[in-house]
């Protein structure tokens, strides 16, 4: 059977963030190259490896052309490597993934569904954790589509990627694709499940979970100023109520009156104070985050404005006078016919 032919028509960036120098990662990582050079004639896979490290890799970018090879500081986390390949990335199509879950995608597939629809494809394992749905509901109150079936391995068109690496916090957008209809998402199945390290991954998970809290901030500042409004109208009340029974009881316990406008007060003055700390803080994080992208979606339209002017740009004129043309350059061509010398 014949092999379908090589796209030319995209840029293919593949960037791997943890390629270690094991037996079983370069042979994985060979056939990767293999597949996505059997696909696509322009594509650069990005390895980032700790500038100390970096020379044990020469003997691999011998053998493998098109690797790119990005020296980072030594502890950079692993999603800041991931941040760091792809802003550095030149492809119409950027493929985030680990070495661990190359066996159970297509990644090649990946790449044609991403590019045929400009859309993120996200690989989904089939197991689930009994904490997504705790991980969903964090995820909606930071904005992002959590669950713990994600992948690390992604797709994402030019256009999109630009996006995320535009966004506040890129480390959570380029794990877990925000809450946003501009962004749309495509899941892969995986056909085979990761290896798991469970003691490595569990930094990584725990980093994650205080990311997505600390992204969680403006909609916790939100609920903390409406508690501390409605405390504040409840000091307000209470104090009221004091002065009342003061004023029209005769058989109020001594200090009781003190004691409860003392209270409402204190209760008044911390709770206005949150208020303003709240919304003083919502209005640091809109002006520092902004929006994720434009308002408008996609766009539709009947106007053919080439069509209108493209007859006054002599385009179907010059194209129908071809024949007319080459008949009169013939006529050119031909010996005029001498003058008759009788004449």
């Known amino acids: ?6 796209r030319e028509d995209i840029f293919v960036s593949v960037c791997i963030p943890d390629l270690a120098l094991t037996g079983t990662a370069a ?7 293999a597949g996505i050079a059997a696909r696509f004639r322009f594509w650069e896979v990005l390895l980032t490896v700790s500038a100390e490290n970096a020379d044990d890799y020469e003997p691999l970018m011998a053998r493998i052309g098109n690797i790119r090879l990005l020296k980072l500081r030594h502890g ?39 590019a045929a629809s400009n859309t993120i494809v996200l690989g989904k394992r089939g197991s689930r954790s009994p904490m997504n749905p705790l991980l969903e509901a964090l995820g909606r109150s930071a904005g992002f589509r959590v669950s713990s079936r994600s992948m690390l391995t992604m797709a994402y068109p030019r256009t999109l990627l630009n996006r995320l690496l535009a966004h506040p916090d890129p480390q959570l957008a380029l794990r877990f694709p925000p809450a946003d209809q501009a962004l749309p998402v495509l899941w892969q199945p995986a056909t085979v499940q990761r290896r798991r390290r469970l003691f490595s991954d569990f930094g990584r998970k725990l980093g994650l979970v205080q990311k997505l809290l600390v992204s969680s901030a403006p909609r916790v500042l939100t609920l903390v100023a409406s508690l501390s409004l409605l405390v504040a109208l409840g000091s307000v009340a209470l104090a009221i109520y004091a002065v009342v029974v003061w004023l029209t009881l005769s058989g109020v316990q001594p200090g009781w009156f003190t004691l409860t406008l003392v209270l ?27 929006a994720l992208g434009d308002d408008i979606l ?20 010059v194209d129908q006078a071809q024949p007319a043309l080459a008949a009169r350059e013939g006529a050119w061509s031909r010996p005029l016919p001498l003058p008759d010398a009788t004449a």
């Not at 059977?1 to 090589?6: H, I, S």
């Not at 042979?27 to 190259?33: A, G, K, R, T, Y």
């Open 1 to 6: 059977m014949k092999p379908p032919p090589l």
């Open 27 to 33: 042979s994985e990582f060979q056939e990767l190259c």
């Open 76 to 114: 950079t986390p692993f999603y800041r490597r991931r941040v760091a390949a792809a802003s550095e990335a030149i492809g119409d199509v950027v493929v985030l993934t680990s070495v661990d879950e190359q066996a159970g995608l297509d990644i090649v597939a990946m790449i044609e569904r991403a």
């Open 264 to 290: 409402s007060l204190t209760a008044l003055f911390l709770s206005v104070a949150i208020f303003g700390l709240s919304i003083g803080l919502q209005k640091l994080v809109e002006s520092v985050s902004g």
């Open 298 to 317: 996609d766009e539709r339209s009947s106007v053919d404005l080439f069509g209108q002017v493209m007859k006054e740009l002599n385009v179907e004129v």
